[in-house]
């Protein structure tokens, strides 16, 4: 049976405010919201990768080129926004950069997440919260076995320390000051998420698709390491369902975990070889592993919770999300519209069965 799918009609006039807009996840979101009729306000910060999904796609009706860290600013676009629903996804996003800037990673990923809390309180249309974090939130121990919602927290490098400390603002707020206003509010936990579109630097298909479209080798750090792989469309689709539910029984707020079947990891050289497939060429230089800072090894998420309490599974295995994403950015280095690319996905996975 299939799982759960955003309600067109529910997200109909809905007013949201997406952070992160500008980003990849964002960028996709954006157009979702806005091909179901919701009136988006997007705050983020320019684009740092060239192209970006953002600038080829229509901008939201209200968009807004703003750091999270400054809270007046923050509160006066909420203000005139005034928001049904906040998703927030603007964050520093990636491990080996939390490593040179770790101070800005804590800024971004902690503070600008209770300065949006704070703003919140402000905001009396608000009525639900829906707060990405990342499958990086646990206290990895290396071991195969998938982490559930109440695992222990932590975090090795500054990327996912941030967000694991990301999880104990939000659930401040939430009992502190959020539920007593009747505003319901959630933490979402997804796997590593790939998908045309993604064009950021120390990314694993973004960075094979620029080296194999310029005929040299891929460098791959860390071959073993496992993660639960997914396509954008399948967190995306699962916040939005998330964002409903909570509307509808705001006493559902708490923590969960998005990612492919329950138990399912993948390698970095298994993703690799079914992308090299799926476009057609491409020469890989594997590593021992060593290369870097530390890294986590395995990482599996128990996604028992999103499927009984929200109805919330995969639609697309891995190697689907993996070829659909190839073939994404092989029709557009061949010249396709984006807009048309993007809104075709959607429309697949709509339909997918």
């Keep these: ?18 952070t992160g807009h500008t980003g990849f996840k964002g ?95 402000h905001l009396p249309s608000a009525r639900v919260v829906v707060v990405v ?13 998938p982490y559930r919602e109440n695992d222990h927290l932590g975090g090795h490098d500054p990327y996912s320390a941030s967000k694991a400390a990301c999880e104990l603002v939000v659930a401040s707020y939430r009992e502190s000051f959020l539920k007593e206003a009747e505003v319901a509010v959630a ?19 973004p960075d094979a698709v620029r080296a194999w479209q310029s005929n040299t080798p891929l460098h791959v750090r860390r071959p073993e390491a496992r993660r639960p792989w997914q396509h954008v469309l399948e ?24 990612g492919p079947v329950s138990h399912e990891a993948a390698s970095v050289h298994e993703v690799i070889e079914i992308a090299r497939s799926a476009f057609g060429r ?37 190697n689907q999300a993996i070829t659909r994403t190839m073939t994404w950015y092989r029709n557009q280095a061949q010249g396709a519209d984006v807009y048309a690319l993007c809104e075709a996905e959607i429309s697949c996975y709509e339909a997918a069965a």
Excluded at 189 to 204: E, K, P, T, Y
Excluded at 241 to 255: D, F, K, M, T, Y
Aim: proline share 7%; aromatic share 8%.
């Design 1 to 18: 049976m299939n799982g759960a799918l955003p309600n067109h009609g529910f997200w109909r006039g809905k007013n949201v405010l997406l």
């Design 27 to 121: 960028a996709w979101l954006s157009l979702w919201l806005a091909k179901m009729g919701a009136h988006v306000t997007g705050v983020g910060l320019p684009p740092t990768a060239e192209p970006s999904l953002h600038s080829l796609l229509p901008a939201p009706s209200n968009s807004y080129l703003q750091d999270i860290r400054d809270k007046s600013e923050l509160l006066v676009i909420g203000k005139a926004a005034s928001p049904d629903i906040i998703l927030h996804l603007a964050a520093q996003a990636l491990v080996r950069p939390s490593y040179d800037d770790p101070v800005g990673t804590f800024e971004t990923n902690v503070i600008g997440t209770a300065n949006l809390l704070e703003c919140t309180r």
């Design 133 to 145: 974090t990342t499958d990086k939130v646990y206290q990895n121990l290396e071991h195969p076995f």
């Design 187 to 205: 933490t979402a936990r997804a796997g590593n998420v790939i998908g045309g579109g993604d064009w950021s630097v120390d990314r694993l298909l």
């Design 235 to 258: 967190p995306l689709s699962a916040y939005l369902v998330l964002a409903e539910r909570l509307w509808e029984e705001p006493q559902l707020a708490g923590s969960y975990n998005f």
């Design 282 to 318: 491409g020469d890989v230089v594997y590593g021992e592993g060593t290369e870097g800072p530390h890294e986590a090894g395995w990482l599996a998420l128990e996604t028992a919770k999103a499927r009984h309490v929200l109805n919330v599974t995969p639609r697309w295995t891995l």
